[in-house]
T-cell receptor, first 121, second 109 residues
């Protein structure tokens, strides 16, 4: 089945520092990856859609200069939280879109990475 | 607007059957997905329906009626490990996933 990895799985940083989170699709090519944020006991919130080789599309209310997204290859997208503050502490989850079913599952299915828990002190 | 409705919480007994319903109103339809999410973990893919009818996969089955904008996830022979949130998501005409808020399923011995 499809495997999407995320690194790191958790990170603790000081306020004002930047944190980079990597998302990789391991057994299929993903022209599109998605970044979500999830606060405790709340549902997923889509932050941005990342397309390989082009600029990310951000959802309303998400600051693109704060949450930098790079999708340089068909298997890797990165999210950088710049100048992190305690209110940015959250569970960040990426998903990769398997458009053609290369993973062996249905076409056009999103598979999630395990998530990155960010704590900003 | 676009809307996905599913119950907030359900309780069931180990070994029993539970049905989690999902109704949707979206701009276009390109498939409905069910995901399972354990507390503190990312969602995992369970099922995909794009045509009307029932899709069975082991203890889990998913049903779709496009004319009614309705789906359900059926879990049989419930196990304690099935305690999780179950997310319903619809892919709209722009191939964007619209997410429900999730149904928290509590399994009691």
């Amino acid at each position: 089945g499809a495997v999407v990895s995320q690194h790191p799985s958790w990170v603790i940083c000081k306020s004002g520092t930047s944190v980079k989170i990597e998302c990789r699709s391991l057994d299929f090519q993903a022209t599109t990856m998605f970044w979500y944020r999830q606060f405790p006991k709340q549902s997923l919130m889509l932050m941005a859609t990342s397309n390989e080789g082009s600029k990310a599309t951000y959802e309303q209310g998400v600051e693109k200069d704060k949450f930098l997204i790079n999708h340089a290859s068909l298997t890797l997208s990165t999210l950088t939280v710049t100048s992190a503050h305690p209110e940015d502490s959250s569970f960040y989850i990426c998903s990769a879109r398997d458009l053609i079913g290369g993973s062996g599952g249905p076409t056009d299915t999103q598979y999630f990475g395990p998530g990155t828990r960010l704590t900003v002190l | 607007g676009q809307n996905i409705d599913q119950p907030t919480e359900m309780t069931a007994t180990e070994g029993a059957i539970v049905q989690i319903n999902c109704t949707y109103q979206t701009s276009g339809f390109n498939g409905l997905f069910w995901y399972q999410q354990h507390a503190g973990e990312a969602p995992t893919f369970l099922s995909y329906n794009v045509l009307d009818g029932l899709e069975e996969k082991g203890r889990f089955s998913s049903f779709l009626s496009r004319s009614k904008g309705y789906s359900y996830l059926l879990l049989k022979e419930l196990q304690m490990k099935d305690s999780a949130s179950y997310l319903c998501a619809v892919m709209d005409s722009n191939y964007q996933l619209i997410w429900g808020a999730g149904t928290k399923l509590i399994i009691k011995p």
